[in-house]
């Protein structure tokens, strides 16, 4: 990487947690040149407004998630496990989420609902790939026979991820991890009852 791409991935990196934890409405310019220890010249010398600093922040937080993710579901060798492992990152890994301000997904979906127009494309794009993600491991599951081949993959996918999601408001919101165990317990009944062949 040149300087220049160095020190933008410094930014992105020491912010992440900022606007996860706070949003953008909650992450001021001091606090950004506080968390990285440069002048808002040098901030804005590398980006051109605190909208594109989110954007890059967002794709970076929700980047690391995936990656995440995609370890423990390429660990696994049959799609079912996979699907199980996709569940069980979840709940593995709440505390360390919660201590980073929680899933940016989430998080982002929520804050830029109607206030924040600029993030919608990025974070709808995030969403679509998760979901993608999931549908082609159970199209994939069908074509090996683990899975029923009448299910219908994008529906469960997007079913699964809106489960999870509230799963992860809810329990944010009341400080009780409990929901979101509840919510994977079911993703994960919905897989052995009525997904496996």
């Known amino acids: 990487m040149s300087k220049a791409e160095q020190t933008r991935q410094f930014i992105i990196e020491s912010t992440a947690s ?7 409405a909650g992450t001021s310019l001091s606090d950004m040149t506080k968390a ?7 901030i804005y010398g590398n ?42 990152f979840y709940r593995n890994n709440w505390d360390s989420l919660l ?5 940016p997904l989430l998080n982002s979906a929520t804050e830029m609902d109607d206030a924040l127009p600029f993030m919608k494309p990025t974070v709808q794009h995030s969403f679509t790939k998760l979901s993608s993600r999931i549908e082609k491991t159970i199209e994939l599951g069908k074509e090996h026979g683990e899975f029923k081949q009448d ?5 469960l996918a997007s079913l699964f991820i809106m489960l ?6 809810v329990s944010k919101t009341l400080e009780n991890r409990q929901h979101l165990n509840q919510a994977l317990d ?3 009944k919905i897989i052995t009852a009525e997904l496996l062949a």
């Open 99 to 103: 201590e980073k301000g929680g899933c």
């Open 36 to 42: 990285t220890g440069l002048t808002k010249g040098s």
């Open 186 to 188: 079911r993703v994960q």
């Open 164 to 169: 999870i999601e509230g799963g992860i408001l």
């Open 47 to 88: 980006f051109k407004n605190k909208e594109e600093v989110a954007i890059e922040v967002f794709k970076h937080n929700s980047g690391q998630l995936a990656k995440k993710m995609e370890a423990a579901m390429n660990a696994e060798s049959s799609c079912y496990r996979k699907l199980l492992a996709f569940t069980d």
């Open 18 to 24: 900022l606007f996860n934890k706070n949003g953008f």
């Open 151 to 155: 299910v219908n993959s994008a529906q």
